[in-house]
């Protein structure tokens, strides 16, 4: 059973940094992606950032030059720096992974909240 673990989650003030954890365990193919989305409350997942097993990374747009996303591929673990936070980043975000045969595990969530 594969298991993924996030942790760092919690309550900022605007113009702060958080960094988020995710640790992956358990019997899986390869790890060919790994990433993070985020659910406002009533709303749907949508995509923050994602990075390959070759390193390569891709951010949505409100993010780009404020998150950074890196993984340790030996350790199986990812981290996302989330730095100069704004109040419309509040959400709860889920680390995933993709293996070699497209399967997607996800973490439990963690909630990152950005409030004065």
């Known amino acids: 059973q594969v298991q993924l673990v996030e942790s760092g989650g919690g309550l900022v003030q605007p113009g702060e940094s958080l960094r988020l954890s995710c640790t992956a365990s358990?019997?899986?193919?390869?790890?060919?992606?790994m990433g993070w989305h985020r659910q406002f409350p009533g709303k749907q997942r949508e995509s923050v950032a994602e990075?390959?097993?070759?390193?390569?990374?891709d951010y949505q747009g409100s993010v780009k030059g404020r998150f950074i996303i890196s993984r340790d591929n030996a350790k199986n673990t990812m981290s996302l720096q989330m730095n100069s936070l704004k109040p419309e980043d509040t959400a709860i975000y889920y680390c995933?992974?993709?293996?070699?045969?497209?399967?997607?595990?996800w973490g439990q969530g963690t909630q990152v909240t950005v409030s004065s």
């Open positions: 995933y992974v993709v293996d070699q045969i497209w399967r997607t595990y």
């Open positions: 990075i390959t097993s070759g390193g390569r990374s």
């Open positions: 358990g019997s899986m193919f390869s790890i060919q992606a």
